[in-house]
């Protein structure tokens, strides 16, 4: 069979085309603030079936685990009988599922949409067109978004991406060196705008019939590094109000490679006919539904498994507690669970708190070494306000002399003249470098932030104050000493170390947010406005801010010369519960470290050596193998051993009566988490596609991001360490489970006010259960059906 010619889209059948085919690329942040992207935030529209089969038409493979990977789990028992039965419905029995898997057939590849270049390399097995054209775009797109590590700064770069390029390639004779005849001939007779190009591209290649946007969409699947950069690049400028056409750009920069390399081949009687008569897809409906509902019997005995749990716990008691002994507010991030559930061990009666890590404080910091003034919030919001870091007036001086050597220092590196003779220049000076112990810099320890000064500062405050602890269901109860703390890691020579940051800071450790939110919550000003809005802060309650570091489990506290001597017994005791709290945690980690072995005395310098270490490309786990999210009072989770698998959120059903807290929480971190889940399960289930390759051989492009090897894409998702220990993956890929103590009605409601977060758990990106009582309730499609044993 093959498929017929399509004429070229008029402009009008175009604009839909090109605007869903850049709809469906992720965004892809920097490595200085790298944060977790939903790699299928493009295709929520579709059903997760559905983008499977998207995904393998345009990618060349559905992101779910091999058949083999489902039927050894099954063989484990990690897929028992009583689950794949539950999916064996519309037709299919158990038997069909395994009789499909077990097909020699079966997988989850088929050929993609074919590129010309993918047609010509397939015609001559070393041509490597695809190769090249990835390499002379990224070459592009590097000089062009560099952001100061190279010396040459391409005199094109404020014509915009196209036009760079377009100027550019006019010059330049490397396609036709490798064999691309006629290309700057080519390139000189392409419209200087974008969208006119992509239409005489189109022209030009008369592509198979199809969906246009399937073939747009697949010329970007082909850079998806550098097409998830630029559309971060949009996205950032989209919520600012700014209008950037460079990803309908970088679409006409590929599609000119295509139709010069069409052109350049159109009388060769062997390419044309390969390329109109492109062979048909084989139909991968059947194995490609056997699969999904493989993935979801995997999910659902884990859903299963804690929803009883969770169940069990039943409601809260309702007779009034004693004051906490101390209170901690940490962030939802599943390694907090872990020091939390540590840390209510070593201080019995003290209530641990937990709420996204930007504490309700949405800002843009500028820090006082001069780096610019980065968001400290989640990638969801706009910051609201802007705080500053002053520097010490006694250190400024040297700070900035310190400054200048560094930048000389890595001017020298990253020069043309010396990037391939450092070490060599350096000489044994520089090996002495390499040899030496390094310890990481302890958190900043400077004067805290300040929001900027003006008339409505107090209120502003305010604001955020009394909506973080109404959020955080923190409304009485306060103890005489209160913990904000937010977490950051340690780790050295690590392009990736803000991946292991704060998500909902940004990609930014939570010290700045958490020294504003317990500086804000103590003052006085603030105070009185929260207590005429009916949240009464008691007189002797002192907020305290700290930095957890999820490599060390240390915890560093802040501004320490405000808390006052009337609460030193109160300070003794969390710093003595810290202590054992991290001693506890880093013990239970040493196991997935390969510490065990250690005496519990040597695991914490073993741990610091870890982050010191320049030749660790694991210095932790991060997060690893999250599988749930939980908002409810913590006691539903209190008593368990949820190994460092679960967001932990605070929430009270009964002082959200009307539900727009739970609407909160559904809109805002249940997404982030969503998008931190999907990162990682993408990454695991289809490494070669999603994730960033091998650590040992990155080479930083721009300081944007990392290239494996000395060209290519730029590499997306996480690296393959942060998923693989050398022997074995780390992280089962399960969609999150959202689990809500909240009446299904009400649940009910918030969704259908909120369309987007509906669209997550009915297409099956995710999976909701409601907790009601001693009772759990898994939704599928929009009704609930009881949780059994």
């Not at 604009?15 to 942040?29: G, H, K, N, S, T």
């Not at 097409?227 to 309908?248: C, I, K, T």
């Not at 090897?709 to 998702?717: E, I, P, Q, S, T």
Request: net charge neutral; hydrophobic share 45%; glycine share 6%.
């Amino acid at each position: 069979m093959s498929t017929t010619l399509a004429p070229a889209p008029t402009a009008p059948a175009l604009d839909p085309a090109i605007a869903a085919a850049l709809q469906r690329v992720p965004p892809l942040w920097p490595l200085t603030h790298f944060v977790a992207v939903n790699p299928f935030v493009g295709l929520l529209d579709q059903s997760f079936t559905e983008a499977c089969a998207t995904l393998q038409r345009i990618s060349g493979a559905a992101p779910v685990l091999s058949p083999a990977d489902y039927l050894a789990a099954h063989r484990r028992g990690e897929i028992d009988a009583a689950d794949l039965a539950a999916v064996a419905t519309d037709g299919w029995t158990v038997a069909d599922l395994v009789a499909a898997l077990a097909h020699p057939d079966a997988s989850r590849e088929a050929p993609p949409l074919a590129t010309v270049a993918d047609v010509l390399d397939a015609e001559r097995p070393h041509a490597h067109w695809s190769a090249f054209i990835t390499d002379e775009i990224s070459k592009w797109c590097g000089v062009t978004f560099d952001e100061n590590q190279t010396t040459w700064r391409s005199p094109w770069r404020q014509l915009g991406l196209f036009a760079a390029w377009r100027e550019g390639a006019l010059h330049d004779r490397n396609p036709e060196a490798f064999g691309l005849a006629g290309f700057r001939a080519f390139v000189a007779q392409l419209p200087a705008d974008s969208f006119a190009a992509i239409a005489a591209c189109l022209e030009v290649l008369a592509p198979p019939a199809g969906d246009p946007a399937d073939f747009l969409h697949r010329q970007l699947a082909t850079i998806p590094g550098w097409a998830g950069h630029v559309q971060y690049r949009v996205r950032e400028d989209a919520l600012r109000g700014r209008p950037n056409p460079a990803l309908r750009d970088l679409l006409a920069i590929r599609l000119a490679y295509d139709a010069a390399l069409f052109q350049a081949f159109r009388h060769d009687p062997v390419f044309l006919a390969n390329w109109r008569h492109q062979p048909a897809r084989a139909d991968k409906t059947r194995v490609l539904d056997a699969l999904v509902r493989w993935q979801r019997a995997y999910e659902r005995g884990y859903q299963r498994r804690l929803a009883l749990s969770l169940a069990l716990a039943g409601p809260a008691a309702k007779t009034p507690a004693a004051r906490p002994i101390l209170q901690a507010i940490f962030c939802i991030d599943v390694r907090s669970e872990v020091f939390r559930r540590h840390l209510e061990a070593a201080a019995p009666g003290a209530q641990t708190i937990g709420f996204a890590g930007f504490f309700g404080f949405p800002i843009s910091h500028q820090p006082a070494n001069g780096d610019a003034a980065r968001a400290r919030c989640p990638v969801l919001l706009l910051p609201s306000a802007e705080t500053t870091e002053a520097q010490p007036p006694a250190t400024t001086a040297r700070a900035r002399a310190r400054r200048s050597v560094t930048e000389a220092w890595k001017a020298f590196q990253n020069s043309a003249a010396s990037c391939f003779s450092f070490v060599e220049a350096a000489g044994l000076g520089f090996g002495a470098v390499l040899a030496r112990p390094h310890r990481p810099a302890p958190a900043c320890t400077r004067v805290g932030p300040a929001m900027a000064a003006g008339p409505d500062a107090v209120e502003r405050g305010a604001a955020m104050a009394v909506g973080a602890l109404r959020n955080m269901s923190l409304t009485g109860g306060f103890s005489r000493l209160v913990l904000v703390c937010g977490h950051g890691s340690q780790s050295t020579n690590n392009p990736y170390a803000s991946a292991l940051e704060c998500g909902a800071c940004g990609g930014h450790a939570g010290d700045v947010n958490a020294r504003l939110a317990a500086a804000t919550l103590n003052d006085d000003a603030v105070r009185a406005r929260l207590a005429a809005r009916g949240v009464v802060i008691p007189a002797d309650t002192v907020f305290v801010a700290g930095l957890h570091q999820t490599t060390t489990d240390d915890v560093v506290l802040f501004d320490l010369d405000r808390v006052p001597a009337s609460h030193a017994l109160e300070l003794a005791t969390l710093r003595s519960a810290l202590a054992a709290a991290g001693a506890a945690a880093r013990a239970e980690r040493a196991a997935t470290l390969g510490l065990s072995e250690l005496p519990e005395t040597e695991i914490e310098a073993a741990l610091h050596r870890r982050a010191g270490d320049i030749a660790e490309v694991r210095p932790e786990w991060g997060l690893a193998n999250n599988a749930a999210f939980v908002a409810a009072p913590r006691h539903r989770t209190a008593a368990l051993n949820l190994r460092g698998r679960v967001f932990l959120h605070d929430y009270d059903a009964a002082a959200d009566p009307d539900g727009r807290v739970l609407a909160l929480i559904l809109c805002a971190p249940v997404v982030v988490a969503s998008w931190i889940n999907l990162q990682y399960y993408a990454t695991r289930v289809d490494p070669a596609r999603y994730s960033a390759g091998n650590k040992v051989l990155h080479n930083i492009c721009g300081g944007i991001g990392a290239l494996e090897g000395n060209g290519g894409d730029l590499k997306v998702g996480l690296p393959l360490q942060s998923i693989h220990d050398g022997e074995r993956f780390t992280h089962e890929p399960r969609r999150l489970s959202v689990y809500l103590e909240a009446p299904r009605a009400r649940i009910d409601a918030v969704l259908a006010e909120h369309a987007s977060v509906r669209q997550l758990f009915e297409h099956e990106w995710l999976h909701l259960v409601a907790l009601e009582g001693t009772a759990a309730y898994a939704r599928e499609g929009r009704r609930w059906r009881p949780i059994e044993a």
